[in-house]
């Protein structure tokens, strides 16, 4: 049986978290004080997803990069291929917060938006 050590981020509180696996199975999770800490540690162990923030150039706006994200959190191991996705672009102003900038970045399926205005 494996055992993996956890730092839970799905509330302030940061539980130590211990998570046991048989195989590909979660058998058990222990040290949350709350159900997203069982939601987290399993879903971390098992799939584990990331949002992804960056910025790109802005042509003809009030600022020279817009700060942008993924729209939700993406697998952990298509990351880089998010980012290289982003490299080189520029939009033209105006951009407002929740334009999509790249859609299905990745081939996730998740776009990534504009959140600040330029």
């Known amino acids: 049986m494996e055992k993996r050590e956890l730092i839970c981020i ?4 940061g539980c130590p978290l211990t998570v046991e696996l048989e195989g590909k ?3 058990s999770v222990t040290g949350h004080t709350c159900k997203r800490g069982e939601v987290y540690a399993r ?15 802005v042509e003809g706006g009030k600022a020279d990069m817009v700060s942008v994200k993924t729209k ?3 697998p952990k191991d298509k990351i880089f291929q998010c980012v290289k996705a982003l490299k080189g672009i520029t939009v033209k ?3 407002h917060i929740g334009d999509v ?3 299905n970045v990745a081939d996730t399926g998740v776009d990534i938006v504009a959140t600040k205005e330029a």
Request: some cysteine; glycine content about 4%.
């Open 43 to 57: 879903k971390e162990v098992l799939s584990p997803t990331r949002i992804v923030t960056s910025t790109v150039k």
């Open 25 to 27: 199975e979660v058998v």
């Open 101 to 103: 900038i790249v859609p």
């Open 72 to 74: 939700e959190d993406i």
């Open 93 to 95: 102003a105006p951009v």
């Open 10 to 13: 799905g509330c302030p509180m």
